[in-house]
């Protein structure tokens, strides 16, 4: 008897090492799956923890990487998508085909981040919602310099040169970084797709005059007020949510916002930076423009903004590859391709044109209507008179900006389309006091060079009520 039940002991125990193996071998397995996103068997990977100083918080990224244990590598791309959650799909999905392209024909490895601490907004992963409510260029840029560092420092970036490759907002922490952590150091080329975007928080936010504000960029412009306030660390707070509300913050919370602050690092000598933008963008004419100025007020070795026409918040593989495989550009100087313009279609005598109205909301009257410049796609400035036509006795009353969302009529007229063109000019009750009864008389204010600046319509038959 005592044979038996020691037998059956033995195999009991059996049994159960045999669940325990299987049980830990699941999750081993799961535990590695977990690591190595949805790469291919053949790619090495890992995970790391990244403390960030600035706020005393401890990150996650995976990263997985291809030709591992190879010792013939040219160069490394290190690539990083942006905040829809989608991850898997926008990059590596997408860019799995590029990144072994680059490896096969080129010798060129490419390392894929992903940001994991998805308990910042549950069920979202991606650059993005991973800063989530944590005032997120500032530390989700020095996030990104500290795990490029990780990187560096574990040798997993051989090769005559370093390449960043990012879409949408893995572009702006980027451009973050740049500005604010010496991550130019790091780098010898970035490739920008679909960003920067917010350059200027305060311009695009606060500063209705400014060619970079939101509602300058199509009907998305809420859209990117919500996302602004996201990104900073205002988004969920109902006495903050400054964006969205129009209400400027103090000066202390607008502390590097960005891009264009005068602290922020706007010349980097040694780099080469490559932005790709589509002009069929959901985020509209702001994100061109937002390059535009991008363009134009940062120095670089060599520095290039490519337009397409054909495409939108995406990016374009073919001239990642072309550029990821050229490597840093050895010439210098800024190169600017001919669709990154302000006209869609060529016009060889554009009007300056709109039409004027008066409204009344409460107690309030307005100055309404639209103003342009045909084929033009920015909002033009617009001079109120009143008493007469300027230069014939009128009195400037004040001037304004064309920046208020248009319908399909007026963009039709225009010959533009995304574009914001109407105007509403507040008329103040001491305003009505000293003008009351007299015409009015609206002007729009071309850009040199371009038109002429021309009487809108219904001018002088609209009075100060």
């Not at 008066?358 to 033009?376: D, F, H, Q, R, T």
């Not at 007469?388 to 319908?407: N, V, Y």
């Not at 995304?418 to 001491?430: N, W």
């Amino acid at each position: 008897m005592f044979d038996v039940i020691t037998k059956f002991k033995k195999a009991f125990l059996l049994f159960l090492f045999n669940i325990i193996i299987l049980i830990a071998g699941k999750a081993f397995s799961q535990a590695n799956a977990d690591i190595c996103l949805t790469t291919p068997n053949n790619w090495g990977c890992s995970q790391a923890a990244i403390f960030n100083p600035l706020n005393g918080e401890t990150y996650y990224v995976k990263y997985s990487w291809n030709m591992n244990g190879e010792n013939n590598i040219r160069a490394t791309s290190i690539w990083a998508a942006g905040s829809d959650g989608k991850w898997p799909h926008e990059l590596i999905v997408n860019s799995l085909d590029t990144a072994e392209q680059l490896a096969n024909q080129q010798n060129i490895r490419s390392i894929f981040l992903d940001f994991i601490n998805t308990n910042k907004i549950p069920g979202q992963a991606g650059t993005g919602g991973y800063f989530y409510g944590l005032d997120g260029y500032k530390n989700a840029a020095k996030t990104f310099d500290l795990t490029l560092r990780h990187l560096i420092n574990n040798g997993l970036t051989p090769g005559q040169y370093l390449t960043y490759i990012s879409g949408s907002n893995g572009t702006n922490i980027a451009s973050f970084a740049l500005a604010y952590h010496g991550t130019s150091s790091l780098l010898d080329q970035v490739i920008f797709n679909a960003g920067p975007l917010a350059l200027d928080v305060e311009d695009s936010c606060f500063n209705e005059t400014s060619p970079a504000n939101f509602d300058v960029g199509g009907s998305i412009g809420l859209g990117l007020r919500t996302l602004s306030d996201l990104w900073n660390g205002w988004f969920g707070n109902s006495s903050k949510e400054y964006c969205q509300r129009y209400v400027k913050p103090s000066a202390s919370e607008l502390v590097h916002k960005s891009l264009l602050d005068p602290d922020a690092q706007r010349n980097f000598q040694n780099l080469t930076i490559h932005s790709i933008v589509g002009l069929q963008d959901e985020y509209g004419l702001a994100l061109l423009r937002g390059n535009r100025v991008w363009f134009e007020n940062v120095n670089a070795r060599y520095m290039s903004l490519t337009c397409h026409g054909d495409m939108g918040h995406e990016m374009n593989y073919s001239e990642i590859l072309n550029l990821a495989s050229r490597g840093p550009s050895l010439s210098t100087g800024k190169h600017i391709n001919g669709t990154c313009v302000d006209f869609p279609s060529g016009i060889a005598s554009p009007r300056t044109i709109g039409m004027i109205g008066l409204i009344k909301s409460g107690p309030n009257y307005y100055i309404n209507g639209w103003a342009c410049v045909e084929g033009y796609y920015k909002s033009i400035p617009v001079h109120a008179y009143v008493g007469g036509a300027a230069g014939q006795g009128g009195t400037l009353l004040k001037g304004s900006l064309a920046i208020k969302p248009t319908e399909k009529a007026v963009n039709n007229a225009c010959k533009t389309s995304g574009s914001y063109h109407r105007l509403l000019i507040p008329i103040t009750p001491s305003e009505r006091q000293a003008f009351s009864g007299q015409p009015i008389y609206v002007y729009g204010i071309a850009p040199k060079g371009v038109a002429t600046n021309a009487l809108l319509g219904r001018s002088g038959t609209i009075f100060i009520p």
